[in-house]
C-alpha cells in the first residue's frame, strides 16, 4: 500500500532559521507530490505541487521542494523562515495516472517560529 | 478563503446514532472529496464523488456512505457511530477534467467539521 512518511513530527526554529522538512513516499510509479500547509484556525491550503518537468519546484512565500525519484523524496525547503510560517505541513502523493482524487498525505509536521 | 464551506462546524453524538456532514464544492468544482483527519495525523481518503457517483473510496466501512447531488454539494453519512469515528471531517472540492473524473489531486478543502462521538 502506498504511505507517505514525513520524519519530524515537530520542529522549532528561531527566524530566519533555514527550514528543511522530509518526506518520502512508497509507490514506483508515477506520483504527483504536493505539500500542504495548515496555520493555524484556516483551512488546508496547497503550498507547491510537483507533476512533471523541473524536479525543483517553487510555491507560495518562499518555499520550494525538490523531487529526487531514485529516493522517493520530495523535501520542502525555505532558506529564511518567519513567524508567520508557524503552522502544519503535511505532504501528500497521488498517483500519476490522475485517477481519483484520492490524496495519500504524511502524518503532519509542526512547525513553531519563534521570534 | 476556499469557496469550500461544510456544515455542521461542530457537532456531539453518541456511540450507535448517524450523523450527516454536509459540504458546498468551490464554484466550478464537479468533484468532491472526503477525509478523515483524527487528531495528530494526516488526513485520510475516505471517497470522491464526481457526477454523482462514487469514484474511488479509501479504507472504510461501508457505514461511511455519501453523496452528491446535481449542483455538485455532497453529503457524508455515518451510520452506528463508534468512539473511533471521533475526528476533524475535511470535505474538498476540485476540478476533474477526464471522462473518467481523473483529478491531479490538487483539492481546496474546507474547514471541516468536528465530530466527537460519546
Given amino acids: 500500500a502506498q504511505s507517505v512518511s514525513q520524519h519530524n513530527h515537530h520542529v522549532i526554529l528561531s527566524e530566519a532559521a533555514s527550514l528543511e522538512l522530509g518526506c518520502n513516499y512508497s509507490y514506483g510509479g508515477t506520483v504527483n507530490l504536493f505539500w500542504y500547509v495548515q496555520y493555524p484556525g484556516q483551512h488546508l ?7 512533471s518537468g523541473d524536479p525543483l519546484v517553487k510555491g507560495i512565500k518562499g518555499f520550494e521542494a525538490e523531487f529526487i525519484k531514485s529516493k522517493f523524496s520530495f523535501n520542502l525547503r525555505k532558506p529564511s523562515v518567519q513567524w508567520s510560517d508557524t503552522a502544519e505541513y503535511f505532504c501528500a502523493v497521488n498517483h500519476g495516472s490522475g485517477n481519483t482524487g484520492k490524496l495519500i498525505f504524511g502524518q503532519g509536521t509542526t512547525l513553531q517560529v519563534k521570534p | 478563503e476556499t469557496g469550500v464551506t461544510q456544515s455542521p462546524t461542530h ?13 458546498s464544492s468551490q464554484s466550478g468544482h464537479n468533484t468532491v472529496s472526503w477525509y478523515q ?7 485520510q481518503f475516505i471517497f ?9 473510496r479509501g479504507n472504510f466501512p461501508p457505514r461511511f456512505s455519501g453523496l452528491q447531488f446535481p449542483n455538485y454539494s455532497s453529503e457524508l453519512n455515518v451510520n452506528a457511530l463508534e468512539l473511533d469515528d471521533s475526528a476533524l471531517y475535511l470535505c474538498a472540492s476540485s476540478l476533474a477534467l477526464g471522462l473518467a473524473g481523473e483529478n491531479t489531486g490538487e483539492l481546496f478543502f474546507g474547514e471541516g467539521s468536528r465530530l466527537t462521538v460519546l
Fill in chain 2, 11 to 23: 457537532l456531539i453524538k453518541t456511540r450507535g446514532q448517524q450523523v450527516t456532514l454536509r459540504c
Fill in chain 2, 37 to 43: 483527519q483524527a487528531l495528530g495525523q494526516g488526513p
Fill in chain 1, 45 to 51: 491550503q496547497l503550498l507547491l505541487k510537483y507533476f
Fill in chain 2, 48 to 56: 470522491q464523488y464526481y457526477r454523482e457517483e462514487e469514484n474511488g
